[in-house]
């Protein structure tokens, strides 16, 4: 009889004496059957001080968690992967060990050596969301030191990341996304939030998912792919190019913050189009509806004051995208993303698809809006109807 199941637990169980333990999956079931997860997750946990082992059950259509000490875990661990499923693969900070077992029971073993980061361990729901500081991605981004102390220069970036992260928690957790989801993020930048977004829900949820940064400038996207490789982030992506002309082969979480004028629109549509489950949008400068809009005479004495009719524009803009969003069967947020002596583009909008949901009377809505102050085109429509 082989030796690869042996060696492959001998060596699990080092990894977790040395703490060097990142995740566990077994995956290929025996027998195709809803009632049986597709894989099983195992990371490492600390719940009020006490280091357990998580194991995340993934169904086609659900996951569900619980917590073991390491010793039942493992032992549960062993007995699924001898009954119930095919292949395991152990990632430890250093390395990966895969035993890939046959129908006629042989097993063989297969081990590169790779980098992981080390496992975030926070469980419990307050600390879980705050991004630990010591990440090596945010050193490389410059946000914080090499010691992971955040810099004078990085504290403003480094609490939007921590809101912003927060914020992905919190849907995705209402809204749990299918397995091997597709999350883009258009008009990524220097990538700040692609790393925090990437990070937390591949290695704090151990979430089976892609992330693609989507970004026009060459510089960044070189810049973000070297900090990518480097922490071995090997789902997270960037892509040179315009938003609009970006296809992705799927697309179920959309992010797109700041991204400039019409920008947050194309990144909407392109949502709309790939029926995306949940999407994320802060807008940055709103030009466009307030060149295209004629004031009523009413108005005037109000939105004849520059600073005032650039503030109900961008009010509109948001306004009718939250209102177009919810036409196409999304129920939409519109909220102080943070406050705006940290950003003065501080309103964020988020869509969470409902499946059936007609959209009520938004259609109607958003015309009396549009005629009330005097908006004769929105760009957003026009792409929903095909006009540009
Ligand atoms: C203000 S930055 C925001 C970066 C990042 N999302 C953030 O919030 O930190 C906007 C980024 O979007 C990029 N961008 C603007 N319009 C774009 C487009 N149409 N296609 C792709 N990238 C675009 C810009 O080059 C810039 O890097």
């Known amino acids: 009889m082989s030796d690869a199941l042996p060696t492959f637990w001998t060596t699990t169980e080092r990894a977790v004496q040395d703490g060097a333990l990142v995740k566990l999956t077994l995956s290929k079931p025996r027998r195709k059957d809803p009632a049986t997860p597709r894989n099983l997750y195992a990371r490492p946990v600390e719940i009020r001080d006490e280091r357990l082992l998580q194991v995340t059950h993934r169904y086609a259509d ?3 968690a619980k917590n073991y000490d390491y010793d039942s875990g493992l032992a549960y661990l062993r007995e699924q992967l001898v009954t ?4 395991g693969d152990l990632f430890t900070t250093d390395a990966k060990l895969s035993v890939m077992q046959s129908r006629k029971g042989n097993a063989r073993l ?9 496992p975030v361990l926070a469980h419990n729901r307050d600390k879980h969301r705050d991004v630990a500081a010591d990440r090596p991605y945010l050193h490389a981004l410059g946000i914080t030191t090499a010691e992971g102390r955040v810099t004078a220069a990085g504290r403003r970036k480094y609490k939007q990341i921590n809101k912003f992260v927060e914020i992905i928690d919190g849907l995705v957790q209402q809204h749990p996304l299918p397995a091997g989801a597709h999350v883009v993020d258009m008009g990524s930048g220097s990538g700040y939030l692609t790393f925090a977004l990437y990070d937390h829900l591949v290695n704090t949820l151990g979430l089976d998912v892609r992330v693609t940064g989507v970004e026009l400038r060459p510089a960044l996207v070189e810049q973000c792919r070297e900090i990518a490789a480097e922490n071995n982030f090997t789902g997270l992506h960037f892509v040179e190019g315009y938003i609009d002309s970006y296809q992705p082969e799927r697309l179920d979480m959309l992010i797109a913050l700041h991204a400039c004028d019409t920008a947050t629109d194309d990144a909407l549509f392109q949502g709309l189009q790939a029926q995306a489950e949940i999407m994320i949008v802060a807008p940055c400068c709103q030009k466009q509806v307030r060149r ?16 005032l009719l650039e503030r109900q524009a961008a009010m509109l803009t948001d ?5 177009y969003l919810e036409e196409q069967g999304y129920a939409t947020k519109v909220f102080e993303f943070i406050p705006l002596e940290h950003t003065a583009k501080n309103v964020m909008i988020t869509a ?3 499946p059936g949901a007609t959209g009520g009377g938004a259609q109607v809505q958003r015309e009396a809006l549009k005629e009330r102050f005097g908006v004769r085109r929105h760009y957003l429509e026009e792409l929903l109807e095909g006009r540009c």
């Open 84 to 87: 119930v499923y095919y292949n």
């Open 352 to 354: 969470v698809k409902q």
């Open 319 to 323: 306004g009718l995208r939250a209102l």
């Open 62 to 64: 659900r996951e569900e």
């Open 292 to 307: 295209d809009m004629e004031v009523p005479a009413d108005l005037r004495p109000l939105l004849d004051h520059g600073i």
């Open 110 to 118: 297969r081990g590169d050596a790779v980098t992981h980061a080390p």
